[in-house]
């Protein structure tokens, strides 16, 4: 008997800083989100598409669910509360080497109330004695009753195949989302500002970079010199913040811009010319208008 073809959309939730973003970068086999080991790097909700013979999955990569007093963060966490009721499937990550906390309790509680099919996932096990996962996974069972527990190491790619496996088993049956070779539903100009972004984030110290956000202003090809020409304009909203972020005789941004431009021509395969400028724009982060013009 022939097996139905499978698709769906499968929301990866969680705290902030427990794997999410290197899990789908695992899954669909490119970087597509960014990494850093700061708490709140996601901002959006990103789609990595991964195709395998008999079905599709649509990965969703969320922002971390926290306590969020601002109004930037309010909408990050709304954003994961929205794709967790808007999939087929939700993957609670935990991160193995903090232990079950207690937000990741409350978070059980809001997948299990959501009823929609569920897995856990827990990550970073490649930093845990193994003996010590097999009472979390307990832990685990007893607040997701029925759901598999599935131990992995997203940066490792320990357990990736046996969860993309859980995964497949728990979508509908249904036609390809999209065409075969489709990595992504995102346009290239958010991707170069979560490029950018990252290399902010890497860079620059305490609560600056949480400051700031990254508008695409020129994204263009020039076949003469086949090169893909691209102008940014990093958003800070304090008038202190930019000369931190340009740095003395703009080695900072220099090298920001550097990193940024490595990683956008390792995606495109293309040669880039990027251009990186900086702006004051005060309360940006508490304007609707500028946070639904970046997707927030």
Same mark, same amino acid.
């Given at each position: 008997?022939?097996?139905?073809?499978?698709?769906?959309? =499968?929301?990866?939730?969680? *705290?902030?800083?427990?794997?999410?973003?290197?899990?789908?970068?695992?899954?669909?086999? =490119?970087?597509?989100?960014?990494? $850093?080991?700061?708490?709140?790097?996601?901002?959006?909700?990103?789609?990595?598409?991964?195709? +395998? !013979?008999? /079905?599709? =999955?649509?990965?969703?990569?969320?922002?971390?669910?926290?306590? %969020?007093? #601002?109004?930037?963060?309010?909408?990050?966490?709304?954003?994961?509360? *929205?794709?967790?009721?808007?999939? @087929?499937?939700? /993957?609670?990550?935990? @991160?193995?080497?903090?232990?079950?906390?207690?937000?990741?309790?409350?978070?059980? %509680? @809001?997948?299990?109330? #959501?009823?929609? %099919?569920?897995?856990?996932?827990?990550?970073?096990?490649?930093?845990?004695?193994?003996? %010590?996962? +097999?009472?979390?996974?307990?832990?685990?069972?007893?607040?997701? !009753?029925?759901?598999?527990?599935? !131990?992995?190491?997203?940066? $490792?790619?320990?357990?990736?195949?046996?969860?993309?496996?859980?995964?497949?088993?728990? +979508?509908?049956?249904? !036609?390809?989302?999209?065409?075969?070779?489709?990595? $992504?539903?995102?346009?290239?100009?958010?991707?170069?500002?979560?490029? =950018?972004?990252?290399?902010?984030?890497?860079?620059?110290?305490?609560?600056?970079?949480?400051?700031?956000?990254?508008?695409? @202003?020129?994204?263009?090809?020039?076949?003469?010199?086949?090169?893909?020409?691209?102008?940014?304009?990093?958003?800070?909203? *304090?008038? &202190?913040?930019?000369?931190?972020?340009?740095?003395?005789?703009?080695?900072?941004?220099?090298?920001?811009?550097?990193?940024?431009?490595?990683? +956008?021509?390792?995606?495109?395969?293309?040669?880039?010319?990027?251009?990186?400028?900086?702006?004051?724009?005060?309360?940006?982060?508490?304007?609707?208008?500028?946070?639904?013009?970046? &997707?927030?």
């Amino acid at each position: 008997m022939t097996r139905p073809h499978r698709s769906g959309y =499968v929301a990866l939730v969680g *705290r902030p800083n427990v794997g999410k973003s290197t899990l789908l970068n695992a899954f669909v086999g =490119v970087k597509l989100a960014i990494v $850093t080991p700061k708490p709140q790097t996601t901002r959006n909700r990103i789609a990595g598409i991964r195709t +395998l !013979p008999g /079905a599709q =999955v649509v990965f969703l990569d969320t922002p971390g669910i926290h306590a %969020a007093r #601002s109004g930037l963060n309010r909408r990050m966490v709304d954003t994961a509360r *929205r794709a967790l009721g808007e999939a @087929d499937v939700a /993957a609670l990550v935990l @991160d193995a080497a903090a232990g079950v906390t207690a937000a990741d309790r409350a978070l059980a %509680a @809001d997948v299990a109330a #959501s009823r929609v %099919a569920a897995l856990v996932v827990l990550n970073k096990i490649d930093r845990v004695a193994k003996p %010590a996962l +097999l009472p979390q996974m307990q832990a685990l069972g007893v607040l997701l !009753p029925g759901r598999d527990v599935v !131990p992995v190491s997203a940066r $490792t790619g320990e357990g990736i195949d046996a969860l993309l496996g859980a995964v497949v088993s728990l +979508l509908p049956a249904g !036609p390809r989302l999209h065409a075969e070779d489709d990595l $992504t539903t995102e346009t290239e100009r958010f991707l170069v500002q979560e490029a =950018v972004r990252e290399q902010l984030l890497l860079a620059l110290r305490e609560e600056v970079p949480y400051g700031t956000a990254v508008v695409v @202003d020129t994204f263009r090809e020039d076949a003469d010199r086949d090169l893909l020409l691209i102008q940014a304009t990093i958003l800070v909203e *304090r008038p &202190g913040h930019k000369g931190i972020v340009i740095g003395t005789g703009g080695r900072q941004l220099g090298e920001i811009g550097r990193r940024a431009r490595l990683a +956008l021509e390792a995606f495109f395969g293309r040669r880039i010319f990027l251009e990186l400028f900086v702006r004051v724009e005060p309360g940006w982060s508490r304007n609707p208008r500028r946070l639904a013009e970046l &997707g927030l």
